[in-house]
């Protein structure tokens, strides 16, 4: 599986400059693409919404949140999303590709696994955060 350039660069966009405050990736073919960003000033409520229902997505979001020292910190999320409704194929090929596409993006903090919604609510992730 071959990662197009462009995904690399847009998530060190993320990274460093902080352009995005979410990718959203998909398979074409033979390759990872880009298929979505997200403005810096999205909510995590926009990034669950533009995943779709019925097929699996791979999705990097940078999560803002303040510890209980009251200390203001980032962590990068790597999400594997694949929906149950999700066609069987679809499923295998994100699964067996998603360790390769996910050794490109240097930098990843945090990783979860979500076939629906209620896996990656906002819950969830600020408890993987801290």
Not at 12 to 29: M, P
Not at 32 to 59: I, M, Q
Not at 84 to 96: C, E, H, L, N, P
């Amino acid at each position: 599986m071959a990662v197009q350039d462009e995904c690399k660069l847009k998530f060190l966009e993320l990274k460093a400059k902080r352009n995005h405050r979410y990718i959203i990736f998909r398979i074409d073919g033979q390759q990872v693409v880009v298929d979505k960003l997200g403005n810096p000033d999205d909510t995590y409520d926009d990034f669950s919404a533009s995943l779709p229902a019925n097929e699996c997505r791979y999705a990097v979001y940078d999560f803002d949140f303040t510890t209980d020292e009251n200390v203001q910190k980032s962590k990068i999320f790597f999400i594997a999303w694949s929906p149950d409704i999700s066609k069987v194929r679809m499923k295998m090929v994100y699964a067996s590709s998603k360790d390769r596409f996910k050794r490109e993006l240097d930098g990843i903090q945090v990783e979860l696994q979500a076939t629906d919604p209620s896996e990656m609510s906002l819950d969830i992730v600020k408890s993987r955060a801290i």
